[in-house]
């Protein structure tokens, strides 16, 4: 039973073009995030939201906007994809998201983008 | 901002050899974690340790947070195939949210 799904797995596509990526959670808890792990391995947070209200917005472009319709669910659309945008991203939550990082993140399977 | 530097950032061992990767920082952090990533896979928590000093073992993992809770060390004895990945450690600001990553220790232990 997948505890943090996201989809697609593999997205390849254009220059220019506009995509989104879903996520979904079935462990109940009230907080989600989106971080890039680039070429590097370098895991950033991009966005976290706490029962559908955002609560981290790091420098990402705006060309990036969260979604989320409801506490089980965060997509990520991107518009006008560049090449700097190919990487892997990873969906993760946690039970209440409080500050400290003491929660345990439970990470989806990635999903793996390339702008060509 | 850089604020989790990670050493070494490969390391190539074989079975049964002992090894320390370090993660350091200038910041104080509330809480640290460390993580494993296998390839194609999301990281899965390994363990977090919040007082400073803290030891903590998981099998033939340790891991030590500092005293002045600025840097941790995980020890693997023995090592073996199966602990092949990328192990990354992470920490929690007091007064933030998100989670500030290093950027890993590519671990590969061949037979």
């Known amino acids: 039973d997948t505890a943090v799904s996201q989809t697609p797995k593999y997205l390849v596509t254009q220059m220019g073009n506009d995509k989104s990526i879903k996520c979904e959670q079935n462990?109940?808890?009230?907080?989600m995030y989106w971080y890039k792990q680039d070429s590097k391995k370098f895991l950033k947070i991009m966005f976290s939201?706490?029962?559908?209200?955002?609560?981290i917005n790091e420098t990402v472009p705006n060309r990036f906007s969260p979604k989320s319709p409801d506490k089980a669910h965060l997509n990520l659309h991107i518009n006008s994809l560049e090449l700097g945008d190919s990487a892997v991203y990873f969906c993760a939550s946690s039970q209440d998201g409080l500050a400290g990082g003491q929660e345990t993140q439970y990470f989806g399977p990635g999903t793996r983008l390339l702008v060509l | 901002t850089q604020l989790l530097e990670q050493s070494p950032q490969f390391l190539s061992i074989q079975e049964g050899e002992n090894l320390t990767v370090y993660c350091n920082s200038s910041s104080v952090f509330s809480s640290l974690q460390w993580y494993r990533q296998e390839p194609g896979e999301g990281p899965v928590l390994l363990v977090t340790v919040v007082t400073g000093g803290e030891v903590k073992k998981l099998k033939r993992l340790t891991f030590q947070f500092g005293d002045a809770r600025k840097d941790s060390s995980l020890h693997i004895t023995a090592a073996q195939p199966g602990d092949t990945g990328l192990y990354l450690c992470?920490?929690?600001?007091?007064?933030?949210?998100?989670?500030?990553f290093g950027k890993g220790t590519s671990l590969l232990v061949t037979p």
């Open positions: 992470a920490g929690g600001l007091a007064s933030g949210y998100a989670l500030n």
């Open positions: 939201y706490n029962n559908k209200e955002l609560i």
């Open positions: 462990l109940g808890h009230d907080t």
